[in-house]
């Protein structure tokens, strides 16, 4: 009797010991995947912490990204961490707004976004205009007049980058003309192409970003041409 007593107590000790080992190897193992997935992408470390505080991947129902801002559209409220979320390394804000979370990135979101769906194997939510899509993740049915003035945000917006520097080239022309430079000297002529080559190819890059804003496929263009 007392070395069947003994005999099951070492072979317990010895089954609590095996179970230890192996939480201790799946531990090792979660974070070995984080570490990997941080060091294999360029913001992996910043998506595995914002995919920890918002509950995982499987709390994700759609992610989609505008200029500057991550917007995460949580499957659960309940999941997400929102302090965590807020001391994520390299968020410059966190903002909730209309079932939204909406992490203030910076100009690198499109990169971050592309390493966030990597990670956390996300299908693509696209990306949106921030009035769409404040207005899709809250339900609400807009009327035809604001649905036209969305549509046509998202086709110029893209735009107005080369519009704003074509500006500012052609105001440093005049600063330099107005301080006695021929107009007609070369660098002149060449400012004047360069400040003049985003309104020439602007329907160019409306046209594209109508294409994207209808989800017109690339694949349509390569055939027409």
Request: with cysteine.
């Given at each position: 009797?007392?070395?069947?007593?003994?005999?099951?107590?070492?072979?317990?000790?010895?089954?609590?010991?095996?179970?230890?080992?192996?939480?201790?190897?799946?531990?090792?193992?979660?974070?070995?995947?984080?570490?990997?997935?941080?060091?294999?992408?360029?913001?992996?470390?910043?998506?595995?912490?914002?995919?920890?505080?918002?509950?995982?991947?499987?709390?994700?129902?759609?992610?989609?990204h505008?200029?500057?801002r991550?917007?995460?559209?949580?499957?659960?409220?309940?999941?997400?961490?929102?302090d965590?979320?807020?001391?994520?390394?390299?968020?410059?804000?966190?903002?909730?707004?209309?079932?939204?979370?909406?992490?203030?990135?910076?100009?690198?979101?499109?990169?971050?976004?592309?390493?966030?769906?990597?990670?956390?194997?996300?299908?693509?939510?696209?990306?949106?205009?921030?009035?769409?899509?404040s207005?899709?993740?809250a339900?609400?049915?807009?009327?035809?007049?604001?649905?036209?003035?969305?549509?046509?945000?998202?086709?110029?917006?893209?735009?107005?980058?080369?519009?704003?520097?074509?500006?500012?080239?052609?105001?440093?022309?005049?600063?330099?003309?107005?301080?006695?430079?021929?107009?007609?000297?070369?660098?002149?002529?060449?400012?004047?192409?360069?400040?003049?080559?985003?309104?020439?190819?602007?329907?160019?890059?409306?046209?594209?970003?109508?294409?994207?804003?209808?989800?017109?496929?690339?694949?349509?263009?390569?055939?027409?041409?």
């Open positions: 009797m007392a070395a069947d007593v003994t005999r099951n107590s070492v072979t317990a000790k010895a089954e609590n010991t095996s179970l230890a080992a192996g939480s201790q190897k799946l531990a090792a193992k979660n974070e070995s995947n984080a570490g990997n997935h941080s060091s294999k992408y360029e913001y992996g470390q910043m998506c595995v912490e914002i995919l920890e505080a918002i509950g995982g991947s499987q709390n994700v129902k759609n992610v989609f505008c200029v500057t991550l917007r995460i559209v949580p499957a659960n409220r309940d999941l997400v961490d929102m965590k979320l807020s001391s994520v390394s390299g968020l410059l804000k966190v903002i909730e707004s209309s079932g939204q979370l909406q992490c203030v990135v910076g100009t690198t979101v499109a990169e971050v976004y592309a390493d966030f769906l990597k990670i956390g194997g996300i299908k693509a939510g696209g990306e949106a205009d921030p009035d769409s899509a207005e899709a993740s339900g609400k049915k807009t009327n035809i007049i604001t649905q036209g003035l969305n549509t046509l945000a998202s086709c110029v917006t893209p735009g107005l980058y080369a519009i704003v520097a074509g500006g500012m080239i052609k105001g440093i022309i005049s600063l330099i003309t107005a301080f006695g430079v021929s107009d007609k000297s070369d660098i002149i002529t060449v400012l004047n192409a360069v400040g003049d080559a985003p309104f020439y190819f602007m329907p160019f890059i409306i046209g594209y970003a109508a294409a994207k804003r209808f989800k017109i496929k690339d694949s349509n263009f390569a055939h027409r041409f």
